[in-house]
């Protein structure tokens, strides 16, 4: 079976994203590089969304970005600003096609539908594919959207709803977001922080129905799209192996307080590009300990009193909106940090420190 140099293991954000850096600065211009990915075809599946709070390689995979949002509970709205750090939202089928017409001129990267098609005996593996131990104690983000299209001018194309707290919670905590990517078309999704055990939350077509013509009062619309995943708010199994190095998720690339992943891992594969020539002897790449510190209090928290979560988040926006941001982001220096943790109910998560 032939060999390579370097092997990625899962061909998805995280495993094209690494190809692509490395391609484009030329680090694999005499090396080959083996990329590992069953799926059938690349189309979109995702939509990966992100505060820009620092450049990446990929703005001409922004399907729409956004300089105001709002937070809703039941009764209150706070309408925000973010243009220091507009949030993006990256059609992933885009994202697809950029990188894979760009890898495909490179003829030392080949693509394999199993890992059993090579020897990777001799070859330095990058892994996206994480190791998950089952616990139904644990928590995850799970969610499902839709993309719809109105009949009429609805949305408000220059405004997203990152929250709205004002649905069912179900002993959880839950919320819809909405990414209104024109005045007639936009992204409505329910998402939930809870175990995952509970199938009682996952009636996801009838929650969004309800939303968009009860909560929203839209009753001509079309579906277009649909996504649905889950994301750990744990991190996976670590074990450290020779010639080997997690990415993505697997690497612990994803913030456990919020989900998010994408800029986290355009991160990492710059670190591994820095570092290419002695990748085999540098240390582990990983979130800032503070936020690792921070989060688990956070989850704590939200695993004990998901009651109480809608008005946390709404009070933690009654920061600077650049601050929460910078903080959600790792990016927050130590004052901003106080800032934040001052919002916070400060008996509920001394508590936390201790359960």
Known sequence: MKEFD????????AGLS??????????????????????????KDKTWSFWKVTPHNFDDCVKKSWENFSINVPGKTNYLECKNYPYQSIDSGLFYKKINNKL????????????????????????????????HLSLWQHFCGVEIETHNNFFDEEIFNLMDFDCEQRESVHFFYTLPYSKRKALVET??????????????????KNYIEKHLKIK?????????????????????????????????????????????????????????????????????????FLDDIFLR???????KMSDIFFNMF????????????????????VSIILRMPKWTFIKALFY
Not at 22 to 41: C, F, G, N, V, Y
């Open 191 to 208: 998402t939930w922080l809870s175990k995952m055990n509970d199938n009682s939350q996952k009636d996801y077509d009838e929650q969004i």
């Open 318 to 337: 009654k920061t600077s909106p650049k601050t929460v941001i910078k903080f959600l982001s790792n990016k927050s220096n130590y004052l901003e940090d």
């Open 301 to 307: 928290v939200l695993n004990k009193h998901p009651e």
């Open 220 to 292: 001509n619309y079309e579906i277009t799209y649909k996504e649905e995943g889950a994301i750990p708010l744990f991190y996976p199994l670590y074990e450290k192996k020779k010639n080997q190095i997690n990415i993505g998720t697997a690497g612990g690339m994803t913030r456990l307080s919020t989900g998010y992943t994408f800029l986290n891992i355009q991160h990492h594969c710059k670190f591994i590009r820095e570092n290419f020539e002695n990748i085999s002897n540098v240390s582990r790449f990983e979130i800032n300990k503070k936020y690792q």
């Open 104 to 135: 495909r001129e490179n003829k030392n990267i080949s693509y394999f539908k199993d890992i059993k098609e090579i020897n990777i005996k001799n070859s330095f593996v990058f892994n996206s594919v994480p190791e998950i131990k089952k616990n």
């Open 18 to 43: 690494l190809a692509y850096e490395l391609d484009i600065h030329k680090k694999l211009s005499d090396k080959t590089l083996a990329i590992i990915e069953p799926r059938q075809e690349y189309k």
């Open 6 to 13: 370097y092997v990625i293991i899962g061909g998805g954000c």
